[in-house]
């Protein structure tokens, strides 16, 4: 579904170890027994796969990666030629780099601390990336997005495809519709947008697995905020200049490229994939 051999390679193995530990302390006693006669790191890294499957937003990762890439390839093929990664993270695109992006210029906008650590890590594989590549530090709550974008270089006046992926729960719908507003006056008319919501209708059924996530991401400090009403979701984004082309929930979004089932994939419906235009 997703070929990318680098994002493993970009995660800290501190980061590493504490996903590790988190995924072994949540087996039961005797599947810990298990694990520790094993011993080795490929016992704890089957442990850690593991969970990582089980996990309600695994589906979701893979699948949205999947999809923003299929949209922005065909956004490359129209003549867009810029890529702005709104809270990049790890993500490693940059890196693969497909041979439909070779002219493809990046920008990757985070926070100042993700950004160098994600350096460092770069410089650590040996990674050296062309001048295309953009690593930009800013801190969002407090520049706007243009600024941002002005200073590392970006053409406001030529289409564009922007990320924001797995950032909108975690903040107010107040500063999500702010922000969707100022992407739409970033990029020129049919510039392209994806982005990723969870589904907050007040009637919608919440799941266990839903549940134990919201309450894991809670205890680490950055709790689910806001999301959006499917049924609503196309004249919210007409409200901030933005037209819908597309929104899929995760079941839909898996169905469409493993519909067969072969990758055990077990995806939920409360987050949605949407692919918007500038107008």
Wanted: aromatic fraction near 8%; include cysteine; charged fraction near 25%.
């Amino acid at each position: 579904m997703f070929d990318d051999r680098w994002g493993d390679r970009l995660v800290p193995d501190s980061a590493r170890a504490l996903f590790r530990a988190g995924a072994f302390a949540r087996l039961a006693p005797q599947a810990q027994a298990e694990v520790l006669a094993r011993g080795g790191a490929t016992a704890m890294d089957d442990v850690l796969d593991a969970s990582l499957r089980a996990s309600a937003a695994y589906p979701g990762v893979i699948g949205r990666s999947r999809y923003t890439e299929d949209c922005l390839r065909a956004a490359v093929a129209t003549g867009i030629g810029q890529y702005a990664l709104i809270g990049a993270g790890f993500d490693s695109f940059a890196v693969r780099r497909p041979p439909f992006a070779a002219a493809l210029e990046v920008f990757e906008i985070d926070h100042p601390a993700t950004q160098r650590l994600k350096r460092q890590r770069l410089a650590e594989c040996g990674i050296r990336l062309p001048g295309i590549v953009h690593f930009v530090e800013a801190d969002l709550g407090r520049e706007r997005l243009a600024a941002v974008l002005a200073r590392a270089g970006f053409r406001s006046s030529a289409r564009a495809f922007f990320s924001w992926l797995g950032v909108t729960m975690y903040l107010t719908r107040e500063t999500n519709l702010a922000t969707l507003r100022e992407i739409a006056s970033c990029g020129a008319s049919g510039s392209e947008l994806v982005f990723t919501y969870y589904d907050d209708r007040p009637n919608r059924q919440v799941g266990a697995e839903f549940a134990a996530m919201a309450a894991r991401v809670a205890a680490l400090g950055e709790p689910f905020k806001s999301g959006f009403d499917p049924d609503q979701i196309r004249s919210d984004l007409e409200a901030v200049g933005l037209e819908l082309i597309e929104d899929l929930d995760d079941v839909a979004v898996i169905a469409r490229y493993d519909a067969k089932g072969v990758n055990g994939l077990k995806p939920h419906a409360f987050s949605h994939v949407v692919h918007a235009r500038i107008r």
